[in-house]
């Protein structure tokens, strides 16, 4: 409770190191911070979370029960993407569960992460229960080789989660690894439109796109709801503000995290004109006055994407939102559910029978029913599915404690004692 108290203390600094050190605008780094005290929050109910099971005569005077007991060393590779909250998500409930923890953060932007460490010493813990070992890919395989270390958690791209799984798998390790997105949201024709365009534009472009959960894929159904659509979209999209965290509250995202994440999106978006599809926002040579040499990208609307284009298959991390049309509701749910990722989704529409039969049948882990990004609360679980989750039990929520524990079950029998044969009176003198 100590630690929340000083996370609360000191939010305002944590979220300029933050912003300074990522690019975030400033609400969004309070954002980051806050969604990872959420889960320290719900950690401090660890006792009701870590409670066994217990059988009275299970036999003839045999009991049984069972215990959740501590991994001992685990450990936890973050993304660049969420320096505050991605860590907290992972070594909060770890300690709570009483294991040792190293974190190996983003070389992006450690500074954070060493700010929590130092937040949790004053705050009490004792020294070398929580670690932090900075570095690359060197640091990480010494992480997934160490035969002390139980557990691996990992966030970040797919083939560095399969990578990771497999290796830790492979050395005996328990590992939970999250990877990569395609977030499809569907807009039906009887959705309102400017609460979907509202919504498009917050979770495609929010943090410059630099987040698993964006929607990254608007599939309107039908083309009239399409042109609908792209008629609300376009002026927002244009209208959106770009700049440093320090141009004020108004900046709508800031710069992506290096050149070459710019690179690679500025690649993609001419690869999906060279394949056909249409620029109805067009935000290529965005310039920023006085950041001529920032990592800034301009927000881009692709229409008429089709499901064989690269900006369409592949994770673009970037301010880039691609329209899939589709002639048909079915077709719409095939699109998400054919994609190999499978993190979150979401469904725009006024019918509940629509939004109860999307919510059923798609194969995705994280679903929102009129609600853009899904990111479940601090109470519930985490993950996706496909190629965007390796492993069986999610993050946060009542998964985390199974992850960071192992159960052990005791079947106990007390033979008679001397409940039996014991004397209690005093017995005459001879």
């Given at each position: 409770?100590?630690?929340?108290?000083?996370?609360?203390?000191?939010?305002?600094k944590?979220?300029?190191?933050?912003?300074?050190?990522h690019?975030?605008?400033?609400?969004?780094?309070?954002?980051?911070?806050?969604?990872?005290l959420?889960?320290?929050?719900?950690?401090?109910?660890?006792?009701?979370?870590?409670?066994?099971?217990?059988?009275?005569?299970a036999?003839?005077?045999?009991?049984?029960?069972?215990?959740?007991?501590?991994?001992?060393?685990?450990a936890g590779?973050?993304?660049?993407?969420f320096?505050?909250?991605?860590?907290?998500w992972?070594?909060?409930?770890?300690?709570a569960c009483?294991?040792?923890?190293i974190?190996?953060?983003?070389?992006?932007?450690?500074?954070?992460?060493?700010?929590?460490?130092?937040?949790?010493?004053?705050?009490?813990?004792?020294?070398?229960?929580?670690?932090?070992?900075?570095?690359d890919?060197?640091?990480?395989?010494?992480?997934?080789?160490?035969?002390?270390?139980?557990s691996v958690?990992?966030?970040?791209s797919?083939p560095i989660?399969?990578?990771?799984?497999?290796?830790?798998?492979?050395?005996?390790?328990?590992?939970?690894?999250?990877?990569?997105?395609?977030n499809?949201?569907?807009?039906?024709?009887?959705?309102?439109m400017?609460?979907?365009?509202?919504?498009?534009?917050g979770?495609?472009?929010?943090?410059?796109?630099?987040?698993?959960?964006?929607?990254?894929?608007?599939?309107?159904?039908g083309?009239?709801?399409?042109?609908r659509?792209?008629?609300k979209?376009?002026?927002r999209?244009?209208?959106?503000?770009?700049?440093?965290?320090?141009?004020?509250?108004?900046?709508?995202?800031?710069?992506?995290?290096?050149?070459?994440?710019?690179?690679?999106?500025?690649?993609?978006?001419?690869?999906?004109?060279?394949?056909?599809?249409?620029?109805?926002?067009?935000?290529?040579?965005?310039?920023l006055?006085?950041?001529?040499?920032?990592?800034?990208?301009?927000?881009?609307?692709?229409?008429?994407?089709?499901?064989?284009?690269d900006?369409?298959?592949?994770?673009?991390?970037?301010?880039?939102?691609?329209?899939?049309?589709?002639?048909?509701?079915?077709?719409?749910?095939?699109?998400?559910m054919?994609?190999?990722?499978?993190?979150?989704?979401?469904?725009?529409?006024r019918?509940?029978?629509?939004?109860?039969?999307?919510?059923?049948?798609?194969n995705?882990?994280?679903?929102g029913?009129?609600?853009?990004?899904?990111v479940?609360?601090?109470?519930?679980?985490f993950?996706?599915?496909?190629?965007?989750?390796?492993?069986?039990?999610?993050?946060?929520?009542?998964?985390?404690?199974?992850?960071?524990?192992?159960?052990?079950?005791?079947?106990?029998?007390w033979?008679?004692?001397?409940?039996?044969?014991?004397?209690?009176?005093?017995?005459?003198?001879d």
């Amino acid at each position: 409770m100590k630690f929340v108290d000083l996370l609360n203390r000191d939010m305002d600094k944590l979220a300029d190191a933050l912003s300074r050190e990522h690019g975030k605008t400033l609400p969004d780094a309070k954002g980051d911070v806050q969604r990872g005290l959420e889960v320290v929050e719900f950690c401090i109910g660890a006792p009701h979370h870590l409670k066994g099971e217990f059988t009275d005569s299970a036999g003839p005077g045999i009991d049984m029960y069972s215990m959740r007991q501590a991994l001992g060393v685990t450990a936890g590779i973050t993304p660049f993407n969420f320096p505050a909250m991605i860590p907290m998500w992972m070594f909060a409930p770890a300690i709570a569960c009483g294991n040792a923890f190293i974190l190996k953060p983003s070389e992006r932007d450690p500074s954070v992460p060493m700010m929590l460490a130092e937040l949790l010493e004053e705050a009490g813990l004792p020294k070398g229960i929580l670690q932090v070992v900075n570095g690359d890919k060197e640091a990480v395989d010494a992480i997934l080789d160490h035969p002390v270390i139980q557990s691996v958690g990992f966030v970040g791209s797919t083939p560095i989660a399969a990578y990771i799984y497999e290796r830790a798998s492979a050395n005996g390790k328990r590992a939970q690894c999250f990877g990569g997105a395609k977030n499809h949201m569907i807009i039906m024709p009887d959705a309102d439109m400017d609460q979907a365009a509202d919504a498009l534009v917050g979770a495609g472009y929010g943090a410059a796109g630099e987040r698993c959960m964006a929607i990254s894929v608007a599939v309107p159904v039908g083309d009239d709801t399409a042109d609908r659509l792209i008629a609300k979209l376009a002026p927002r999209v244009e209208a959106l503000k770009v700049g440093p965290y320090t141009s004020g509250e108004d900046v709508d995202f800031g710069p992506v995290v290096t050149a070459a994440a710019k690179q690679n999106i500025e690649r993609l978006v001419q690869t999906g004109i060279d394949q056909g599809a249409k620029l109805a926002v067009d935000g290529r040579g965005f310039s920023l006055q006085g950041y001529e040499d920032g990592f800034f990208v301009g927000p881009h609307l692709f229409d008429h994407v089709t499901p064989d284009m690269d900006i369409y298959r592949q994770e673009i991390f970037g301010p880039v939102l691609s329209t899939v049309r589709a002639g048909s509701y079915e077709e719409a749910i095939g699109l998400a559910m054919s994609h190999e990722y499978g993190n979150g989704t979401a469904i725009y529409t006024r019918d509940g029978d629509t939004a109860r039969d999307f919510a059923n049948r798609i194969n995705i882990g994280m679903v929102g029913v009129n609600v853009p990004i899904p990111v479940p609360l601090a109470y519930h679980t985490f993950g996706g599915w496909k190629k965007s989750g390796f492993g069986d039990l999610n993050q946060h929520g009542p998964d985390a404690f199974k992850f960071y524990t192992r159960t052990k079950t005791v079947t106990a029998r007390w033979p008679s004692g001397i409940k039996e044969g014991g004397e209690f009176n005093f017995k005459a003198m001879d």
